[in-house]
């Protein structure tokens, strides 16, 4: 510790020296806080403040910085110094905008920004500058799995950025769906013609490229490693070939909906068919005529939409896959365009062409295609073809239609490998010993893709209905495990201009991850930190809480049966480190100490004082930014309150809370992102693990005597500013009533 | 059955929605119809309508022949355009039903005395006589359609406003005999006579 040297800096600028004494601010950080520097600046984001910051790093070798001056979330650019720890006290968005205006205040307003400072110098003295993780590997190649639309363009667009690629696909030629495709749905101006595929092209484009090494008719057999350093067995045959990669996209595409499972609909029945059926009939017929499977030429064709899709009695897929109404359309043109006189029936409940759909939907309108809103409630063989018979939506009568062939547009089921809700109690029960557990998991691991042989299981984590993905808006192609990314209709159901988009959105991200990895950093959301987790691993207790609670599968143990913790697969949320009952983890520049040394530092009045202390851990992603922006749309909150940023709400250790409770706070407040199924965590499972940890709180706070109300767990979008203050004052209030903390004063 | 209609009926099977492409006014854009259903929600009249504009779109392609002709609902379009200025598919949805009716009444499918067809039969009668419409005739026509004892007490109810047009010197009584008329009445009679004869060769009514 000799070496280290603590300063503390502090703006007196946007009316902070007008409303708070900063001499005494001064006073606190040089007595209290032990800086060996503090020096005052009326302007200290300006060109001159930042000066006097950076000689004194450079030249009075100060290596520990303390800002005391407005939100960390402001001027970071201004306040950047890569080479010290680094810690802010906001006094302005914190304290100053947000204190009731007014003499009446000055004293609560004074010791809001006392305390702040006190914390920000007790953070800062716990804080080590993060040096990145020193064991990285640095390897950029990228792995595509699936040599479909996806992953061909994926494999071309990585490539094209100058990344070596490898690609696997299962069949025995690149092209997936799009190579059984008579045509595509039209992706150019004027939408109206159904295109060629020019899949072929796009083959022979990747079979030639000099940086795509192709892997026709292989499986992957094993993943192991971590970002930037991929160790995959490539089964060819009965070959294996390891290849070492740094992030790898999945590109596993989808299977179509079993028609078999659709009997009331006629699946099974000679003259039924699906749309990959339909574009089987088209190939074969060339651009002329249509023929059935027994030859008759088509003469009428009905296409039923939503057949096993959209359902709700839970029988089949409860989703829209998005692409078969303009599949539809564009099949219903094959017949339109060979001889326009067959009949062809487009039955909808709702017609969703998403993108330029519209203009094919009106093109084909136009050719004579007739679209009718109805339900379909039943096929059968009648004459030569089938009848179906339907309740026509729009004239709410039952009624029935003939064909020659009826097409249903069955949904897209995702290609995501193993489900890790099923697989893990059946890998308990193995591990357990029993025999029938052990078969069913071996039975399980045959579908899996990636055969990842992380702790947590052989493939991705699915998100809905199946699907391989974290969060369809906020953080598309993230899945749940760092460096692998999807693309396409394993990710969410979709059509073939989309999957092309998404494809390239997963290459990118596979660059970024093999970039942050090559430098030891962490990828999104908290891309380029260079803190990581490391463990006191004499002090641990071998409990796998952290190995299990990881959001991201990145912990896996070791032959000790230690956590390990595979810093390039971690995203620095920290739930491992609030998961951990013995405390052993921790971040350079996040750890227990720093936020247990800022909530010991706050001055804690006595019983008798009325003025309450409330401490707020707030998740910097969302509830922290909407106490800034309560700050700067100057919406008035309660000064008894003291905010520490956390990571995520899945990094709150519950030792934090006992340590507040005993110091003598009286109440604590917990801010963090919406939790469940339609969660806005950014770390996926952290809101949701802090929320459970919390249930389980009221033990310690009837050990402690206190009242279940002292802990209470809120929900805040970033948008929640004033929501945010009304928590707040609530809160107040009702700790005003229930009484102070009769903990306080023993310390 | 009238004659026409037998032809019809021969002619195009049972595909009615190509026989309203064919021969109703605009019915080519029926197709183009996406059941959004906006035209019947903007009607005015919507409910007192039969059956709204959409789901005559509907029943046109699902072949109800007889249920479209036969209704009184495009009678019921005072033309005040709502659902052409809102179609989001831009169907010309007024001229549509104006087209439905016409072709109708021109089957005589249409509903007998309906008050709308009576009146616009009226209306197109005392037209193409002179070329001019002549305004006594055509109200006295109004007022003893029902009948003649209808037809006074109609009259008399009007009274006044017969006397207030008069003194204005709006109506004048001695139209009552003749009336004025076009130049050129008879050359009038022959355009007219002229365009039925090429809608019905486009129409197929006529090879």
């Given at each position: ?184 749905v039209p992706?150019?101006a004027p939408y109206a013609e159904p ?130 109404c303009a599949?539809s359309i564009k099949?219903a043109m094959?017949?339109k ?7 062809t029936?487009v039955?909808y409940?709702?017609l969703r062409v998403p993108g330029m759909g519209e203009d094919f939907y009106r093109s084909a309108q136009d050719k004579g295609v007739t679209f ?376 | ?27 080519d854009w029926v197709k183009m119809c996406m059941q959004c ?20 779109f509907?029943?046109?392609r ?25 179609c989001p598919r831009k169907l010309p ?115």
């Amino acid at each position: 510790m000799a070496d280290n040297k603590f300063a503390a800096y502090i703006c007196s600028g946007c009316g902070i020296g007008d409303k708070i004494d900063i001499g005494t601010l001064e006073k606190i950080a040089k007595k209290e806080g032990k800086m060996a520097e503090v020096k005052v600046h009326p302007f200290l984001c300006s060109t001159e403040g930042v000066q006097l910051i950076s000689d004194d790093i450079a030249n009075e070798a100060v290596t520990h910085v303390c800002i005391a001056a407005c939100s960390r979330r402001a001027k970071t650019e201004a306040f950047y110094f890569p080479t010290v720890a680094m810690s802010r006290a906001n006094l302005r968005e914190g304290v100053l905008w947000v204190v009731a205006e007014g003499d009446a205040h000055d004293e609560v307003r004074q010791e809001m920004a006392d305390d702040y400072v006190r914390m920000a110098c007790a953070e800062v003295k716990k804080m080590k500058l993060p040096e990145g993780n020193p064991n990285h590997g640095g390897n950029k190649r990228i792995l595509v799995v699936g040599g479909g639309m996806s992953g061909m363009t994926s494999a071309l667009e990585a490539a094209d950025a100058g990344y070596d690629v490898v690609i696997v696909e299962k069949q025995a030629l690149l092209g997936g769906w799009g190579a059984k495709l008579w045509k595509r749905v039209p992706f150019k101006a004027p939408y109206a013609e159904p295109q060629d595929t020019g899949v072929a092209e796009l083959a022979a484009k990747v079979s030639s490229h000099p940086r795509i090494k192709v892997y026709v008719g292989s499986t992957v057999a094993e993943t192991a490693g971590a970002p930037g350093r991929f160790n995959i067995k490539i089964a060819q045959d009965a070959d294996i070939v390891e290849e070492t990669v740094g992030a790898i996209v999945q590109a596993t595409g989808f299977t179509s909906y079993d028609i078999a499972k659709l009997p009331e609909l006629g699946g099974g029945q000679a003259n039924v068919t699906d749309q990959a059926g339909l574009e089987a009939l088209a190939i074969a017929a060339n651009g002329a005529a249509i023929k059935r499977a027994d030859g008759k030429v088509v003469e009428s064709v009905v296409f039923v939409q939503c057949a096993g899709q959209r359902d709700d009695t839970g029988k089949h897929l409860p989703y829209c896959s998005g692409h078969c109404c303009a599949t539809s359309i564009k099949q219903a043109m094959y017949f339109k365009d060979a001889n326009p006189d067959i009949n062809t029936v487009v039955m909808y409940q709702d017609l969703r062409v998403p993108g330029m759909g519209e203009d094919f939907y009106r093109s084909a309108q136009d050719k004579g295609v007739t679209f009718t809103k109805g339900r379909a409630s039943g096929v059968e063989s009648s004459g030569s073809g089938c009848r179906v018979s339907f309740r026509d939506l729009i004239l709410d009568e039952d009624t029935s239609v003939e064909a020659d062939l009826v097409v249903l547009a069955t949904g897209q089921v995702p290609s995501a490998g193993v489900d890790l809700e099923a697989w893990n109690p059946v890998v308990m029960a193995a591990d357990g010993g029993a025999e029938d557990a052990k078969q069913k998991k071996a039975e399980m691991q045959k579908i899996s893709i990636l055969n990842l042989n992380y702790r947590q299981g052989p493939d991705m984590p699915q998100f809905k209905h199946g699907f391989a993905d974290s969060h369809f808006i906020c953080f598309p192609y993230e899945t749940r495990r760092t460096g692998i990314y999807a693309a396409g209709p394993v990710r969410r159901p979709m059509d073939m201009l989309q999957a092309t988009e998404d494809a390239t959105g997963a290459a990118l991200k596979a660059i970024q991850a093999v970039e942050n990895a090559s430098l030891g950093r962490a990828a999104h959301p908290r891309s380029g930190d260079l803190s990581f987790p490391t463990a006191r691993l004499e002090g641990c207790t071998q409990c796998k809480r952290c190995t299990v609670e990881c959001p991201f599968g990145a912990i896996d143990e070791d032959e000790r049966r230690f956590p390990k913790f595979n810093e390039e697969r971690c995203r620095r949320c920290g739930t491992c480190m609030g998961a951990c009952p013995v405390r052993v983890i921790s971040f350079e520049n996040y750890s227990v100490d720093t936020v247990g040394s800022q909530i010991k530092s706050v001055d804690m009045p006595d019983e008798f004082s009325e003025k309450p202390r409330i401490l707020i851990l707030a998740c910097e992603n969302d509830a922290y930014p909407a106490l800034d922006m309560t700050g700067l749309s100057r919406t008035v909150y309660s000064a008894f309150v003291r905010v520490i940023p956390v990571r995520c709400l899945g990094s709150v250790n519950t030792i934090w809370i006992t340590d507040a409770l005993n110091a003598g706070y009286d109440g604590v407040m917990m801010m963090g992102c919406k939790k469940g199924d339609d969660y806005q965590c950014h770390f996926v499972k952290g809101s949701e693990l802090a929320h459970y940890r919390m249930s389980k709180i009221g033990d310690t706070l009837t050990q402690l005597g206190l009242e279940p109300e002292r802990v209470v767990t809120h929900e805040v979008a970033i948008t929640d500013n004033t929501r945010v203050a009304q928590y707040i004052n609530d809160y107040v209030a009702q700790i005003n009533e229930i009484g102070m903390s009769p903990m306080k004063g023993f310390n | 059955m009238s004659n026409q209609n037998q032809q019809a009926v021969a002619r195009y099977h049972n595909n009615f929605l190509r026989e309203v492409e064919e021969r109703v006014e605009d019915g080519d854009w029926v197709k183009m119809c996406m059941q959004c259903g906006v035209c019947a929600g903007s009607c005015p009249l919507g409910s007192a309508w039969e059956h709204t504009p959409q789901k005559i779109f509907m029943m046109i392609r699902a072949g109800k022949r007889d249920e479209v002709l036969k209704s009184d609902a495009m009678w019921m379009c005072t033309s005040c355009y709502n659902c052409i200025v809102r179609c989001p598919r831009k169907l010309p949805i007024t001229h549509i039903m104006h087209g439905l009716a016409n072709y109708a009444h021109r089957l005589d499918m249409a509903p007998k005395g309906q008050p709308t067809r009576v009146i616009a039969k009226l209306f197109w009668d005392n037209l193409v006589k002179t070329g001019r419409v002549n305004e006594l005739k055509f109200s006295l026509a109004m007022y003893f359609k029902d009948g003649f004892v209808q037809g006074i007490k109609n009259a008399m109810a009007m009274q006044s406003a017969g006397l207030s047009l008069v003194k204005a010197k709006r109506l004048n009584p001695m139209e009552i005999i003749g009336g004025h008329k076009c130049k050129d009445s008879s050359g009038i009679k022959k355009m007219i006579a002229r365009a039925r004869e090429i809608e019905d060769r486009k129409k197929g009514f006529t090879s």
